[in-house]
């Protein structure tokens, strides 16, 4: 790791009419670190991620983000065609939801050639390999390039999402609930292959999930959410081994009990 953060949050809220999503959350990332964001359904993850991957506006706060090139933008209060530019090239989003992340009506080599495409690659046969070894590199046969998502299991389009997430080789990725709704036996098997890519390509990466087992295997660092606001965050192994704020012992005690 370097000696700065990659990002750095500050302040952010985000309300939706008179009801408060996240309220004043503030947080660094660190080069190559990898940071849960943890809480229960409704405690406003999606809301933070989707304010920093630029879905939604938020209404309060600063998301200082150091390019690649050097040099630090605020993407809260950044140009919007600059800061799709940016998030484009420079991040990925792996959303919670593949039917949000992926496009159904292209194949699955298309899926992950696009981002490719968006950056200015236009060589046909190079895009076509690079797609290739992204399916291999998430376990999807490369024989299966020209078939459509749709054919794919749940595990397979939350691979392909990653693939087309990580090809363009960010700086940082987000994943909302990256391993929800699959059976235990697939997100053991994808929760594997998420750790080993992010630190194979280095990535930092920020992963929303209500499951303590997710960030424990993941995670460097947490934040906890509880109502909005960031009740307790620290290094994961000590904060679920020793949980200070009452809401983290709680959420830590059932995880235990069950
Ligand atoms: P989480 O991802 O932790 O389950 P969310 O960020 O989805 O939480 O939601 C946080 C709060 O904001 C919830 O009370 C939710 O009902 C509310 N909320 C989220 N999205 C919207 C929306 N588009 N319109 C109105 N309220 C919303
Ligand atoms: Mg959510």
Known sequence: MTDAPILRVDGLGK????????????????????????????????????????????????????????????????????????LRAEWGFVRQNPRDGLRFGVSAGANVGEPLMAIGSRHFGKIRSTASEWLEAVEIDAHRIDDLPSGFSGGMQQRLQIARNLVTHPSIVLMDEPTGGLDVSVQAKLLDLIRRLVRENGVSAIVVTHD???????????????????????????????????????????????
């Open 212 to 258: 303590l087992g997710v960030a424990r295997l993941l995670a460097d660092r947490m934040l906890v959410m509880k109502e909005g606001e960031v009740v307790e965050s620290g290094l994961t192994d000590q904060l679920l081994d020793d949980p200070q704020a009452a809401y983290t012992q709680l959420l830590v005690s059932s995880v235990l009990t069950v």
């Open 15 to 86: 309300a939706y009419g008179r009801r408060i999503a996240c309220r004043d959350i503030c947080f660094d990332l660190w080069p190559g670190e990898v940071l849960a964001v943890v809480g229960e359904s409704g405690s406003g993850k999606t809301t933070l991620l989707n304010c920093l991957g630029g879905l939604i506006a938020a209404d309060a706060g600063t998301v200082r983000y150091t390019r690649r090139g050097g040099g630090e933008i605020d993407l809260a209060t950044a140009g919007e065609a600059e800061r799709r530019a940016i």
